[in-house]
């Protein structure tokens, strides 16, 4: 795979064609330069919109700044951070909150997105509609998975109704505004969107073990779920980390669904930190305070990224 | 299967289940291929369908209960979708302005997809093919921007397009989405371009072509499946994205279909036919543009993305 990554033959290393090397330097780009010029749109696209607007809400963070409050703008020094950990109603409670979302989240979208990787890739009739349509979901913005969501837990004409008609349940619940449903409701609307994302990650990576192993554990005797413990999951191991990670760290930072479906609510009971961050900077335009927030998301996160790539050996035993 | 083998050399049987029995010669050869089937990837039937029939429901209902208040009257409490109507979809379309929305969904979406497309190319052929100085640095660069929450960045930006009285302007968007988009694709299409030998390169050079050239002509077929992942990663991101449209565009001819959306949940009195017509609408052009990558999705994530 890396192979490929050895630098350009120079032009003397061709000269037996003595075609070749005229017809390169027609590009008129030094090998040398090329590779510069290649990344420069996509260096200078992520310089100007995300490396300089983090070094912004670094320097925000030290400031008190607040548009509608000009007089008070001004140099804080650590004024925001303090505030925060100690005077800040809001955040621990909203930190915890995100915490126990992820958590929550990409362990089951884990555990349902590895079932259903290992069951769509064994070969039965059916198959190929069979992973468009469990994939599906996928596809589906936050936005819209609110929206499918409100209709559903609707309580004039939402799925309770029609549970009530059965006799399940009690007619007129609202399993959103409710401040004891409200956790599951969210996650199985999040999870119905989540799942076909690990499914095709792991799907992907299924394809990439090599089927000898199978077979001679076959031979060996080990039966299917000692193949799946000893070789599909440990082939499995560095996939399931990176995804895992990546999926967190969307979970915690996208704030689509949540702002959408419950606003945050009832009650704050579902605000997560961006989402708190997002309403003190959009809503109460005090920048300042909001970017020292946005530090320390980021600070946490990088934190706990750095924690679990450690715990969990990644790349480790497999290279 | 059966059939097929006896029509080419049993008579014309009166009845196929007599024709199936009369031709036992012909049923010999797949015995042993099948016979041959590995036992590995053959679960029991009951136990592929159960789970997956199980999960199928859970997916699909949401789906259906969204068509189904899309089509059936107001007021109606009908679990079939019959007797349709179109009328939520028509007030959706022009009273709720989703003809204007739809339009700039789909040309923030086919912009993103191009310049995402061209851009990570460029950088994804020099972080494959070539060893220069700051490689390292950026690929790191690349890795830790995908722990910036694009969400909480929304202030800055907001100044930075505002300084650049870009401010209600789809330019903002289109911009917003790609630099967002490109770190991960162009990983991806990095990856790809690793898998296409490089000595195929080579040899387009000795036979006269310029390194763009041989890039064109040997190259760019082989990424097709690739290039086709991740440019419909980056349609389909942006015409989800939510909360960039949201921020950067004010006026109502400018917004996109999730702003829209958004609107028709947050009104006072929720117009329920409405909001499913509406969320019928933004996702039909995603589970189209779904349904016909999905095969190359997996193939194309396979084909060396995460092992780089």
């Not at chain 1, 004409?157 to 409200?182: F, H, K, N, P, Q």
């Not at chain 1, 967190?248 to 989402?275: C, K, M, R």
């Not at chain 1, 003190?280 to 946490?300: E, R």
């Not at chain 2, 543009?289 to 780089?308: E, H, N």
Request: charged share 15%.
């Amino acid at each position: 795979m890396a192979t490929a990554v050895t630098p350009p033959p120079k032009a003397p290393a061709t000269s037996e064609t003595p075609q070749a090397p005229a017809r390169r330097r027609r590009t008129g780009v030094a090998p040398r330069r090329l590779p510069y010029l290649l990344i420069a749109p996509a260096a200078l696209l992520m310089l100007g919109f995300i490396a300089y607007p983090v070094l912004s809400v670094f320097y925000y963070s030290l400031q008190h700044y607040n548009p509608t409050k000009p007089w008070r703008n001004g140099f804080a020094g650590f004024d925001n951070f303090t505030r925060i950990f100690t005077d800040d109603p809001h955040f621990w409670g909203t930190l915890t909150f995100s915490l126990k979302w992820v958590a929550v989240e990409v362990t089951l979208q884990l555990l349902f997105g590895l079932a259903l990787a290992l069951i769509v890739n064994q070969t039965f009739v059916g198959r190929a509609v069979g992973r468009a349509l469990v994939f599906s979901p996928w596809a589906v913005s936050g936005v819209l998975t609110s929206a499918i969501w409100v209709l559903l837990y609707n309580s004039q004409t939402g799925i309770t109704r029609y549970l009530a008609d059965m006799g399940l349940g009690e007619y007129g619940t609202s399993w959103l505004s409710d401040t004891s449903t409200v956790f599951s409701a969210v996650v199985v609307a999040d999870l119905w969107r989540g799942v076909p994302f690990f499914a095709i990650l792991i799907l992907a990576d299924l394809q990439s073990v090599p089927k000898d192993l199978y077979e001679a554990a076959e031979v060996d005797g080990a039966g299917r779920i000692r193949q799946f413990a000893h070789i599909t999951l440990p082939h499995l191991k560095d996939a399931i980390i990176l995804s895992t990670l990546l999926r967190a760290v969307w979970e915690f930072n996208n704030v689509d669904l949540l702002y959408t479906l419950t606003g945050g609510g009832p009650a704050g009971e579902t605000t997560t930190l961006p989402l708190y961050i997002a309403n003190t900077s959009v809503d109460a335009h005090n920048f300042g305070y909001a970017s020292a927030l946005t530090t320390v998301a980021f600070v946490i996160l990088l934190f706990c990224s750095m924690v679990y790539l450690r715990l969990s050996k990644f790349g480790g035993e497999s290279k | 299967m059966i059939a097929q083998d006896d029509t080419t050399t049993a008579p014309p049987a009166p009845a196929t289940a007599a024709g199936a029995d009369a031709a036992p010669p012909t049923r010999t050869p797949p015995a042993p291929r099948r016979k041959r089937r590995r036992a590995w990837d053959e679960a029991p039937r009951w136990q592929i369908y159960l789970p997956l029939g199980i999960y199928l429901l859970f997916t699909l209902i949401p789906f259906y209960w969204i068509v189904l208040f899309a089509v059936r009257p107001a007021g109606s409490t009908s679990l079939l979708p019959w007797p349709m109507t179109t009328a939520h979809f028509e007030k959706v379309w022009t009273e709720r302005a989703f003809a204007t929305f739809f339009q700039n969904s789909l040309l923030i979406g086919l912009a993103t997809l191009v310049t995402t497309t061209v851009v990570a190319l460029a950088g994804g052929y020099a972080l494959a093919r070539f060893d220069f100085r700051i490689k390292k640095g950026f690929m790191l660069a690349l890795l830790c921007s995908q722990f910036v929450p694009g969400a909480l960045l929304l202030v800055p930006l907001f100044q930075i397009f505002a300084n650049l009285s870009m401010i209600n302007s789809l330019g903002s968007v289109i911009i917003a989405e790609t630099v967002f988009q490109l770190p991960l694709s162009m990983i991806l299409i990095s990856g790809f371009i690793k898998n296409v030998p490089y000595s195929l390169e080579e040899a387009a050079w000795v036979d006269g072509c310029s390194r763009f050239a041989a890039f064109r002509i040997v190259v760019l077929p082989l990424l097709r499946p690739g290039l086709v992942a991740v440019g419909s990663f980056a349609f389909v991101h942006s015409w989800n994205h939510f909360l960039f449209a949201l921020m950067f565009l004010s006026s109502q001819e400018k917004q996109t279909i999730p702003v829209g959306l958004n609107t028709l949940m947050g009104a006072d009195s929720v117009d329920l036919g409405a909001l499913a017509a509406g969320g019928v609408i933004a996702a039909l052009p995603v589970v189209i543009v779904f349904a016909f990558i999905q095969k190359w999705l997996v193939t194309g994530f396979s084909a060396g993305a995460v092992k780089g």
